[in-house]
C-alpha cells in the first residue's frame, strides 16, 4: 500500500465522527417518536409524588376551610334529682347554642389565608418538579452527546490502528506510529465504556424523575445543540423576571396575609361573646300528709310543676384577652415580611446571575460552532496534508485531531452550561408558561 493512499484511508478514518456519531445517536435518539423536554415535562408533573403530596395539603387546607365555616354544636344537659326517702322528684333538661358573634367570620378568614399559602406552595412543588425533569433531561442529553463523539472517536482511531498495523506488517510504515495508534484506540475504548454507563444511569435518573417504568424503550427527540439552539432559550436570556412571580415569594407573601389573618383570629378570641340558654324542667313534690281540695274531697299532699327558662351566658374577657397570642401572631408576622424580602433578594439575584450566565454560554457555543470547530477540523485537515507530503508525523495527526476531540468535549460542556443557565432562568421567573 502506497504512503498516499495510506494517509488518504487515514483522513476517512479521522473523518468518520460525525457520520459515526449519527448512527449512534439513533440509538437513545429519535426525532420522530422520542419524548421531547415538554413532553418529559408533562409525564413527570402528571407522576410526581410530591406534587400529589402538595395538592392533597391543599385538599386538607379546603377541608379546614370548610370546617372553619361550620357553627358550633349545641349543647345539652339532662339531670334527674330524687330526695331520699321522700317523695321529691326533678328532671332537668337545658340546651345551650353558642352564637359565635366575632369568631367564625375571623377563623373562617384564617382558614382563607392558609389555603392561599397551601396553593402557592403547591406552585412551588410544581416548579421544582418541572425543574428537576428539565434538569435530568439535561444531563441525559449531554451524556449522550459525550458518548456519540467517544464512540465516533474511538471508531476512526480503531480504523487508524488497523491500518497502521496493516502497514506496520508490510515494512510501510513505523512500528512507533502503530503503538501511537493502538495506545489512541485503547484510550478511547476505556473512556466509551465509561460514558456509556454514564449515559445508562443519566437515562435511570429521567425515568426516575418522570415516574414511569419501562426505562428501556425511553428516547429523547433531539440532540442538546438543537435543544439549546431553540428561540425561546435565547428569549429568555433577555426576559426581565419579576421577583413576585416565583412561587416561593408567593407563599412568603400568602404566609404574610395569612399572619394578618391570625393576629385577627387570636384578637377576636379575646373579645366578649355569648350563648343561648334554655331548659325545661319537671318537678314533683308532695308531703306525707293527706288534705282537703276545693271540693272538699280529702287526698295526698302531691304536685307536679312544669317550669320553661330561656336566658343568655356571657363570656366577659375582664383578665384573659388572649393578648399573648396576639403578640406571638404580631411577632410571627414582622418575621414573615421578613422573609418575603430575602426571598426578592434571592429572586432578583438568580434572575440576574440565571440571565448573564445563559447569555455568557450562548455566544461562548455560538463561538465554538463558527469559530473554533470549524478552525480545529480546519487544521486537522492541514496536517493530515503535511503528513501525506512526509512533513509531519503521526503524532502531529493524532494531537490534531485529540485537540479537534477536546474541543468536541468543550463544545459539550458549554452547551450543557447553556442549557443549566436556562433551566435556572425558568426557575427564577416562576417558569417557563406561567
Not at 345551650?96 to 389565608?113: K, M, Q, S
Not at 442529553?141 to 456519540?148: K, M, Q, S, T
Not at 404574610?256 to 389573618?261: K, Q, Y
Not at 496534508?385 to 485529540?402: K, N, P
Request: aromatic residues 4%; contains cysteine; charged residues 25%.
Amino acid at each position: 500500500m502506497s504512503r498516499h493512499n495510506a494517509v488518504c484511508v487515514l483522513a476517512v478514518c479521522l473523518a468518520v465522527p460525525a457520520t459515526a456519531a449519527a448512527q449512534d445517536a439513533s440509538r437513545l435518539l429519535d426525532p420522530a417518536r422520542g419524548v421531547t423536554v415538554e413532553q418529559a415535562v408533562a409525564t413527570g408533573l402528571e407522576n410526581s409524588p410530591s406534587l400529589k403530596a402538595a395538592k392533597a395539603m391543599v385538599a386538607a387546607a379546603e377541608a379546614r376551610r370548610a370546617q372553619a365555616g361550620l357553627r358550633s354544636n349545641p349543647s345539652v344537659s339532662t339531670m334527674w334529682r330524687e330526695q331520699a326517702d321522700g317523695m321529691d322528684r326533678m328532671n332537668d333538661v337545658s340546651i345551650t347554642v353558642p352564637l359565635d358573634l366575632f369568631r367564625r367570620r375571623a377563623r373562617v378568614g384564617l382558614a382563607d389565608a392558609e389555603v392561599s399559602v397551601a396553593e402557592a406552595e403547591a406552585r412551588g412543588a410544581l416548579l421544582a418538579a418541572e425543574i428537576q425533569v428539565r434538569s435530568t433531561y439535561g444531563a441525559a442529553l449531554a451524556a449522550i452527546r459525550r458518548l456519540d463523539t467517544a464512540r465516533a472517536q474511538e471508531a476512526a482511531a480503531r480504523q487508524t490502528y488497523d491500518l497502521l498495523a496493516a502497514r506496520a506488517e508490510e515494512g510501510a510504515s513505523p512500528p512507533l506510529d502503530r503503538d501511537l495508534a493502538r495506545v489512541e484506540a485503547d484510550r478511547l475504548s476505556a473512556r466509551v465504556r465509561l460514558l456509556d454507563a454514564g449515559a445508562a444511569s443519566s437515562l435511570v435518573a429521567l425515568t426516575r424523575a418522570l415516574g414511569v417504568t419501562d426505562g428501556e424503550a425511553l428516547r429523547l427527540r433531539a440532540p442538546l445543540d438543537a435543544v439549546v439552539a431553540d428561540p425561546a432559550v435565547a428569549a429568555l436570556a433577555a426576559d426581565a423576571a419579576a421577583p413576585d412571580r416565583r412561587p416561593d415569594v408567593q407563599a412568603a407573601l400568602a404566609r404574610v396575609h395569612a399572619r394578618d389573618r391570625a393576629i385577627e383570629e387570636a384578637r377576636s378570641e379575646g373579645r366578649w361573646d355569648a350563648s343561648i340558654v334554655g331548659g325545661y324542667t319537671r318537678a314533683r313534690a308532695g308531703f306525707p300528709f293527706r288534705a282537703f281540695d276545693a271540693a272538699g274531697t280529702l287526698q295526698g299532699i302531691d304536685a307536679t310543676m312544669h317550669n320553661v327558662s330561656i336566658g343568655a351566658m356571657v363570656m366577659v374577657p375582664l383578665f384573659n384577652r388572649n393578648q399573648g397570642a396576639v403578640a406571638a401572631a404580631t411577632a410571627e408576622r414582622r418575621a414573615a415580611e421578613a422573609e418575603v424580602e430575602a426571598l426578592r433578594l434571592s429572586a432578583r439575584a438568580d434572575a440576574a446571575a440565571a440571565a448573564i450566565d445563559l447569555r455568557a454560554a450562548l455566544d461562548a457555543a455560538g463561538q465554538y460552532k463558527a469559530g473554533i470547530l470549524p478552525l480545529a477540523q480546519h487544521n486537522l485537515d492541514t496536517v493530515v496534508a503535511r503528513y501525506d507530503l512526509g512533513r509531519g508525523t503521526l503524532f502531529d495527526v493524532l494531537q490534531a485531531r485529540r485537540q479537534l476531540l477536546e474541543a468536541q468535549d468543550e463544545y459539550t460542556d458549554v452547551l450543557r452550561r447553556a442549557y443549566d443557565a436556562f433551566v435556572a432562568a425558568i426557575a427564577a421567573r416562576g417558569g417557563l408558561t406561567r
